[in-house]
Nanobody, 125 residues
Framework: QVQLVESGGGLVQAGGSLRLSCAAS????????MGWFRQAPGKEREFVGA????????YYRESVKGRFTISRDNAKNTVYLQMNSLKPEDTAVYYC??????????????????WGQGTQVTVSS
């Protein structure tokens, strides 16, 4: 098991930026691919992006490509989500999640073993 704690959420105007962090503790962080998901009120949780264990590959949902960037620092046991050009439709609770075991399937929450508690991101128009 790995414990995950997100931070960095808040209120920002449309067009602004935020950087979310997800600090991991517990078992070896570098063993895990890491994902970011979000859930807006009344909607299902959706995939935002993911990064492989060594940072070699990243994956994003179409609507955030070119605006969001995932990175990780395995020495600090931390994964980041840099969000630029934010839009009101990006408003949601953002969760980080850790995945090991089956390769691939980065966009499917089912394959993630560990989840953080979430951090609220609100983008005002």
């Amino acid at each position: 098991q790995v414990q995950l704690v997100e931070s960095g959420g808040g209120l920002v105007q449309a067009g602004g930026s935020l950087r979310l962090s997800c600090a991991a503790s517990g078992r070896t962080f570098r063993n895990y691919a890491m994902g970011w998901f979000r859930q807006a009120p009344g909607k299902e949780r959706e995939f935002v992006g993911a990064i492989t264990w060594n940072g070699g590959d990243t994956y994003y949902r179409e609507s955030v490509k070119g605006r969001f960037t995932i990175s990780r620092d395995n020495a600090k046991n931390t994964v980041y989500l840099q969000m630029n050009s934010l839009k009101p439709e990006d408003t949601a609770v953002y969760y980080c999640a850790a995945k090991d075991g089956v390769p691939g399937y980065y966009s499917l929450s089912y394959y993630y073993n560990n989840w953080g508690q979430g951090t609220q991101v609100t983008v005002s128009s």
